[in-house]
C-alpha cells in the first residue's frame, strides 16, 4: 500500500467537486482502504478526495502561471475570449470565482475525479418565485458573503456552458455516488463503494468507556425505579430500595406475555395494511419503503383489550407482575441486540450508520451498526421504534387505572390517572397517526440498531414513560376542577408547538419547493439543502423540543409535589433534549460549516426561548 502523499494539517489546494475550482484546504486524514483524504475548507464544510483532486500550492501556482503565459501567446485564444459574454476580460493568473455552484464540466478527465453527484434541478417558474429559493437569485453574493476560502480557478481549456442548474451534494452524504457524464452518449460510470468502512474517530455518549458505563447503568436505572416505586414510602431518604430474591425476577408466564405482544404486533405491522411510504435518500440514493399502519394497530390492539377485559381478563396482572415483565422485556431486548451485531459483521460497509464501526466491541453493540436491518421486507428497527413499546406504553397505563381502581376501591379512575392516561394517550395516538414523520427523525436517519435503540424502544419507554401511572396506583392525589383545568390547558399548548413545528419540517424535508411552504423562510448550504429560519423554527432551534417539555410537564403535575419519582421523566426528558442538541449541533457545524454559525446567529435561542 502506498504511502500517503499528504499529510494530516497540511494545508493544500483541494479541488471542488463537480467543478475546476480549487480551494486552501487544511488535510484532516487519509484512509488507506479507500484512498480518499478527510479535507476541511475554511467555511468548516468538510469533503472526501481523492489524491489526483488535490495539489500542493507551490505546484498549483507554478502550473497555473505556465497555462497563464501559453494563453497570452495565443491570439486566437484571447480573442476568443473576448467575444464569450460568459468570459470576464480580466486576464490576471488566476481571480476569486464568486459562483455558488460549481458548473459541470463536459470533459472526460473529469469523470474520472468528480466525487459528487449532480442531480439536474427541475425548476419551473412557480418554483423560483418560492421563498424556498429566493437565495438562488443572490447565490452569487451569499457565496461570497459565507465563504472566506480562497477560491482560485485553474485554467483549463474552455468549456461548453452548463444547460442546466445542478444540486452539490456532499459525497459523505450521498455515498458511493455517480460520475458526471463526459459525452451525451457515454453511460455513467458508477465508483465502486469502499470494501470496509472507515473507522470512524468522533464518538457521543462518552466514546468507549461510555458504551461500558452505559451498558451497566441503563438495566440498572429501570430495575431500581421498579423497586422504587413498589415502595410504600418512596421518598429518595429510602434508597436503595430492598432487592427482592432472585426468583421473583423471573416468571415464564411474564416472558410468554411478552412473546405474544411483539408477535401480535408484528402481525399487525406485516398486514397489507396503510400507506407504503418512503424513506430519506440512503447513501446509496435508495429509498426504502415502510407500512405505515400505526394507528391501524393501535386501533385494533384497543379493540382486542377491549374484547379481553369483557370476557374477563384481569389486566391488573400488569401492575402486580411489573418487575417480572421487565426482566422478560430486557431478556429479549439484549438477545435482540446479539443479533443485531452479529448480522452486522456481514453489512456492507455503505449500510452501516455513520457511527457504526468504531473499533471498540461495546462500543458498537451498544450503538448500533447497521442503518436499516431488515429481515426482506421487515424493517426491524422502525418496527421497534413505533410498535410494542410505544403501544405497550398505553396498554400498561391502562392497566395502571384498572389497578388504581382495584387497590383504592373507586368506581373508576381518579382525575390525576385520567389525566396522565388521556395525556399519554394522545401524544401516541399523534405519533401513529403521524408514523411517516418519524422517517426523517435522527433515529431513522442516522443512528444505527444496536443496544441503545433496542433496549430504549422495548424496556425504556413502556417500563420508566408509565411511572406516573404506576405511582398514582398506590399513591393517589386529588385535583382541584381548576388545577385539572390549567394542566389541560398546558396540554393543549405544548401539543400545538410540539404538531405544528414537526408538521413543518416533515414537509419541509421532503418537499423544500412545496408552494404551500412559500411563506418559510431559510438559509442555503454549501451541501444545497436549506435551514429553515422562520415559522416556530425561527423562534428557537429546537421548537418540537419545547412542545415536549410542556407536554412532559403537563402529565407529571397530576402526580402532585410530594415526591420526586413522578418527576423522573421530567428531569430525564431534559437531560434527554440538551444532550441530543449539543449533537445535533456537533454535527449540524460540521455539515454546514459557515451556514450553520449564520443560522445560529439568527435564531439564538435552543429549546426555550430568552432561557436556553
Known sequence: MPAAKFQKGDQVMGRWPGS???????????????????????????????????????????????????RSRSPG??????????????RSTSRVVTESAPQPRKDKKLN?????????????????????????????????ENNTAS???????????????????????????????????????????????????????????????????????????????????????????????????????????VVLWILFQALLYVLPVGKLSEGMPLKSGERLKYRTNGFFAIVVTAAAVAAAVHQ??????????????????FLISVVLSVYLYIRSRNTPAD???????????????????????????????????????????????????????????L????????????????????????????????????DGFGFMLAFGDLVWVPFTYTLQAYYLVSHPNLLSPAAVASIVLLKLVGFYIFRKSNSEKNSFRRNPSDPQLAYLKTIPTATGKSLLVSG?????????????????????LPCGFSHLLPWYYMIYFIILLVHRDSRDMKECRRKYGSAWEEYCRTVRYRIIPRVY
Open 536 to 556: 416556530w423554527w425561527g423562534v428557537v432551534r429546537h421548537p418540537n423540543y419545547l412542545g415536549d417539555l410542556i407536554m412532559a410537564l403537563a402529565w407529571t
Open 312 to 329: 374477563g381478563v384481569d389486566l391488573t396482572y400488569i401492575h402486580s407482575n411489573f418487575l417480572q415483565l421487565a426482566t422478560a422485556t
Open 20 to 70: 475546476n475550482l480549487y480551494y486552501e484546504v487544511k488535510v484532516l486524514g487519509y484512509d488507506l482502504e479507500s484512498g480518499y483524504y478527510t479535507v476541511i475548507y475554511k467555511d468548516g464544510t468538510e469533503l472526501e478526495l481523492r489524491e489526483q483532486d488535490m495539489k500542493s500550492p507551490t505546484t498549483f501556482q507554478l502550473r497555473s502561471r505556465s497555462r497563464s503565459r501559453s
Open 151 to 257: 477560491k482560485v480557478k485553474e485554467p483549463e481549456p474552455e468549456a461548453e456552458k452548463n444547460q442546466g442548474r445542478y444540486n452539490l451534494r456532499r459525497r459523505k452524504d450521498d455515498g458511493d455516488s455517480k460520475s458526471v457524464e463526459a459525452k451525451p452518449e457515454e453511460k455513467e460510470v458508477k465508483l465502486a463503494p469502499a470494501s470496509v468502512a472507515p473507522v470512524c474517530s468522533s464518538l457521543d455518549f462518552g466514546g468507549k468507556l461510555g458504551a461500558y458505563f452505559f451498558l451497566l447503568f441503563l438495566p440498572a436505572w429501570v430495575l431500581f425505579l421498579v423497586l422504587q416505586g413498589n415502595l410504600a414510602d418512596p421518598s429518595l431518604v429510602n434508597f436503595p430500595p430492598p432487592l427482592p430474591p432472585l426468583e421473583a425476577f423471573w416468571d415464564p408466564q411474564a416472558l410468554g406475555f
Open 112 to 144: 474520472d475525479s468528480v466525487q459528487v453527484k449532480l442531480t439536474p434541478l427541475q425548476v419551473t417558474k412557480k418554483v423560483e418565485n418560492n421563498s424556498n429559493n429566493k437565495h438562488e437569485k443572490n447565490e452569487e453574493k451569499q457565496t461570497e
Open 77 to 90: 485564444r484571447r480573442s476568443s475570449r473576448s467575444r464569450s459574454p460568459a468570459r470576464t476580460t480580466r
Open 351 to 409: 449500510q452501516r450508520a455513520l457511527g457504526g464501526n468504531s473499533g471498540s466491541l461495546a462500543y458498537d453493540f451498544f450503538k448500533g451498526r447497521e442503518l436499516n436491518p431488515r429481515i426482506k421486507n421487515f424493517d426491524l428497527k422502525f418496527f421497534c421504534e413505533m410498535r410494542p413499546g410505544l403501544i405497550g406504553w398505553c396498554l400498561i397505563n391502562f392497566a395502571m387505572a384498572r389497578a388504581e381502581m382495584k387497590l383504592q376501591g
Open 411 to 446: 368506581d373508576m379512575p381518579s382525575h390525576a390517572m385520567i389525566l396522565v392516561n388521556a395525556f399519554q394517550l394522545l401524544y401516541v395516538v399523534d405519533g401513529l397517526w403521524n408514523e411517516e414523520a418519524i422517517l426523517t427523525t435522527m433515529d431513522l436517519m442516522h
